[in-house]
């Protein structure tokens, strides 16, 4: 069980794409879903915290308006990378949990180039 | 503020020997600590966790955790080491008052030899 999917693994395209990548959570409901961002060799960085029915929170020096989050139901949020830029490819994951004191699942991650 | 650290950015052991990888929280109230393991070019996956209770916690894989509150640590060990187990492993506290956001260590990359 807790099984969370990202679609898709990779993506590559040009500079000034805007970049839609799901995650779902496939055999529970999903209260909460965050997403991270992780540098080679590095560790995740949140990005931001979503959950169903409201805004997302975002961290401090993530741009909304760059990385737009949609938590449209229990099991479905989506990150859509606006005007990507080089700069914007990395690793993007997503995890999702059951709810309060719950730990988090984590999708396969989604490798974004932009050329 | 809470802060993890995992002081090995690099461990290599042989094939069949133990292993420990070391793992350091600073949290101000009840820590909830999880290992998690990443395979290159992959998401995480859940090795253990600890919330209450019993300080050794067993996880999959055949990992134990042990919480040491004295020391604020939560090391990861395994008695016999494959090379499937080769990857990547975080250390993260959980802030499950504040949204159940996690706080992640560095990392420890894991190589078996033979």
């Known amino acids: 069980g807790a099984v969370v999917s990202q679609h898709p693994s990779r993506v590559i395209c040009k500079s000034g794409t805007s970049v839609k990548i799901e995650c779902r959570s496939l055999d529970f409901q999903a209260t909460t879903m965050f997403w991270y961002r992780q540098f080679p060799k590095q560790s995740l960085m949140l990005m931001a915290t979503?959950?169903?029915?409201?805004?997302?929170?975002?961290e401090q020096g993530v741009e909304k308006d760059k990385f737009l989050i949609n938590h449209a139901s229990l099991t479905l949020s989506t990150l859509t990378v606006t005007s990507a830029h080089p700069e914007d490819s990395s690793f993007y994951i997503c995890?999702?949990?059951?709810?309060?004191?719950?730990?988090?699942?984590f999708g396969d991650g989604t490798r974004l180039s932009i050329l | 503020a809470q802060s993890v650290t995992q002081p090995d950015i690099h461990i290599t052991v042989s094939e069949g020997a133990s292993l420990e990888l070391r793992c350091n929280y600073s949290y101000g109230a009840t820590p909830y600590l999880f290992w998690y393991v990443q395979s290159p070019g992959q998401g995480l996956q859940l090795l253990l966790k600890?919330?209450?209770?019993?300080?050794l916690v067993q996880g999959i894989k055949g990992f134990e955790a042990e919480f040491k509150r004295s020391q604020s640590s939560f090391n990861l060990r395994k008695t016999s080491v494959h090379f499937i187990d080769a990857a990547e492993y975080f250390c993260?506290?959980?802030?499950?008052?504040?949204?159940?956001?996690?706080?992640f260590g560095a990392g420890t990359i894991l190589r078996v030899k033979s």
């Open positions: 995890s999702a949990n059951r709810g309060r004191f719950q730990p988090q699942h």
């Open positions: 979503s959950n169903e029915g409201s805004k997302a929170t975002y």
């Open positions: 600890y919330f209450s209770g019993d300080t």
């Open positions: 993260a506290v959980g802030e499950m008052e504040y949204g159940n956001k996690l706080v």
